[in-house]
Nanobody, 125 residues
Framework: QVQLVESGGGLVQAGGSLRLSCVAS????????MGWFRRAPGKKREFVAT????????DVADSVKGRFTISRDNAQNTVYLQMNSLKPEDTAVYYC??????????????????WGQGTQVTVSS
């Protein structure tokens, strides 16, 4: 059983930055694809970013391209989401997810089999 715990959310003004962290409580996440998703009020959960097992491949949603960066530290069992130039429309609960069956990075939500509880990010205008 993989447990994922997100942290780093909070309230920030538009144009500001936050870094989210996701720590996994397993021996290693070295072989897992990892991802970040978000759910804004009244909307469905959506893909934000994914990273392959060794960090060699990353992909981010068009809505955050050029502003958000995903990275990982397998030695620390941690995945990060650096969020810059935040906008009010980035306000959402952000979720970390793990896909234990694939190495290459995964965009599709239904392929992930472990999820964190989420961390709230609020961007004020």
């Amino acid at each position: 059983q993989v447990q994922l715990v997100e942290s780093g959310g909070g309230l920030v003004q538009a144009g500001g930055s936050l870094r989210l962290s996701c720590v996994a409580s397993v021996l290693t996440i070295r072989t897992y694809s990892m991802g970040w998703f978000r759910r804004a009020p009244g909307k469905k959960r959506e893909f934000v970013a994914t990273i392959s097992w060794n960090g060699g491949m990353t992909d981010v949603a068009d809505s955050v391209k050029g502003r958000f960066t995903i990275s990982r530290d397998n030695a620390q069992n941690t995945v990060y989401l650096q969020m810059n130039s935040l906008k009010p429309e980035d306000t959402a609960v952000y979720y970390c997810a793990a896909d234990r069956d694939r190495w290459e990075g995964v965009v599709h939500e239904y392929l992930y089999d472990a999820w964190g509880q989420g961390t709230q990010v609020t961007v004020s205008s």
